[in-house]
């Protein structure tokens, strides 16, 4: 999984987590607060209760000074919220005494909003006032044995509990939204600076295999640092992997062609005999079948090398000036066109053997002039690297379709008069699938044949 992917999938997680732990918390400490708010309200009705009970257990009051010692003044104020009732239960006409705020309303009982009794004797609960206001509402039975039962009942205005506990909302709202935006922000950092170091194992890994660097270097935390030494050891592993094959072919290729040159000495020395010609035909076919291998296999293993990269333009500079030597005779006059800037991701041995053979094969075929050029192309799809067309154009005759396809088969030449075991386009082409690019034939603007060759870039 990419760093960022796991940086994303961190920090949406972390923000789910805290907005959950954030609202189960916030649902928790309001319905904390909203009991606790309630049970202040219910003492405040309670001491009212108990002064009325005591109220009416002393009759012996005179009435204009009795239920005086309440002390709230809203008991007075009609309608205001705040109500006390007594009504006499042991009578038909069931005498009821109220404050002045009732007015001419009557308070309703509890036991018949649900209310159970507590081992208190006392209700509490929610009802309808006289206004439609939501009172919370104690009521409690008393008995005065001869003197009569009695049924005292003290109600309060609830909008206190709901304001109370709204405004308990709003401050607890505001704060844990600042706290979440705290919280998101630290996990930002944590999750950013955190994972950095996959970060740099990410980009380092992309430096080794683009050829900018060589090993994973740099301090990592302790947990990361096992990773980044696996890492270290896989890529050592892998160049002793390919050294010890490189040293296997090479001494497969000696083995194989010593026998083989004993037996083209042998029967070379038997010219007149069709069987020793047999044989030097067959000889001939083995020794190319090998040396197709041979190069196939050392090909294959110089490419699983990582962090190979080579200037192309003083490579293709050098193999410019080695072919007008090399085909001076001739007077063949070899022009290139690189960009300065190209780089191939690969070895240079295996570019100056691909290019080499084009530019080898097109002198060959040239009339008077072989010209080269070198482009390095941008991604065309996301996730794609860069690629390296290098096209190589003579003024020969050119190819037809079946021609171009008859030299790219291994071993095929069109004329036996020229050099060359016919291995070079095949070579090519086997070389450059190995690095996932590819050759095309074509005809040049010039009237010869043109080779581009796709490989990798850097």
Not at 318 to 331: C, F, V, Y
Request: charged share 25%; net charge negative.
């Amino acid at each position: 999984m990419r760093a960022s992917s796991l940086a994303t999938r961190l920090f949406l997680s972390a923000t789910a987590w805290v907005v959950v732990i954030l609202v189960i918390t916030g649902f928790v400490l309001s319905s904390v607060y909203r009991n606790a708010t309630e049970r202040a309200f219910d003492r405040r009705l309670n001491l009212y209760l108990r002064t009325l009970v005591a109220e009416v257990a002393t009759p012996d009051e005179p009435p204009d000074r009795q239920f005086q010692s309440l002390g709230e003044p809203l008991f007075e104020l009609p309608l205001s919220g705040w109500y006390w009732q007594i009504t006499r239960t042991d009578t038909e006409k069931g005498d009821t005494r109220a404050s002045r705020s009732l007015w001419d309303k009557k308070l309703p009982k509890l036991d018949e909003h649900g209310a159970e009794l507590t081992a208190a004797g006392v209700r509490l609960g929610y009802v309808e006032g006289p206004e439609g206001q939501t009172l919370r509402m104690v009521e409690r039975p008393v008995d005065l044995g001869a003197d009569g039962r009695y049924l005292v009942s003290v109600a309060g205005d609830a909008t206190e509990i709901f304001d109370e506990t709204r405004s308990f909302d709003y401050y607890l709202g505001g704060t844990f939204a600042a706290l979440g935006i705290v919280l998101l922000l630290t996990t930002i950092f944590q999750v950013r600076f955190g994972l950095a170091p996959l970060k740099r194992i990410s980009e380092a890994i992309a430096d080794i295999r683009s050829g900018r660097a060589e090993r994973l270097e740099g301090d990592f935390p302790v947990e990361i640092a096992p990773l980044a030494r696996e890492t270290n050891a896989l890529i050592d592993a892998n160049r002793e992997i390919v050294e010890r094959a490189r040293t296997h072919v090479g001494n497969l290729a000696h083995a194989i062609k010593t026998p083989l040159s004993v037996i083209v000495n042998e029967a070379s020395s038997h010219a007149a005999d069709p069987f020793a010609d047999k044989v030097l035909e067959q000889a001939d076919v083995m020794r190319s079948q090998v040396a197709h291998h041979l190069e196939r296999a050392r090909i294959a293993a110089r490419v699983t090398i990582v962090a190979a990269v080579t200037d192309v333009a003083p490579t293709v500079e050098a193999l410019r000036r080695t072919m007008e030597k090399i085909h001076r005779d001739r007077g063949v006059i070899i022009e290139a066109k690189v960009d300065p800037n190209a780089r191939f991701r690969g070895e240079r041995q295996d570019l100056e053997e691909m290019v080499g053979n084009l530019v080898d094969n097109a002198c060959k075929w040239a009339a008077s002039r072989v010209f080269i050029e070198v482009l390095t192309e941008r991604p065309a799809a996301p996730g794609a690297g860069p690629m390296l067309r290098i096209i190589v154009d003579d003024d020969g005759r050119g190819l037809s379709a079946a021609e171009r396809a008859q030299v790219a088969r291994r071993g095929q030449r069109l004329d036996e008069s020229k050099p060359g075991s016919g291995l070079g386009l095949s070579i090519v082409i086997d070389l450059a699938s190995l690095y996932g690019g590819n050759l095309t034939l074509g005809d040049a603007p010039t009237g010869g044949l043109r080779a581009e060759l796709l490989l990798p870039a850097v």
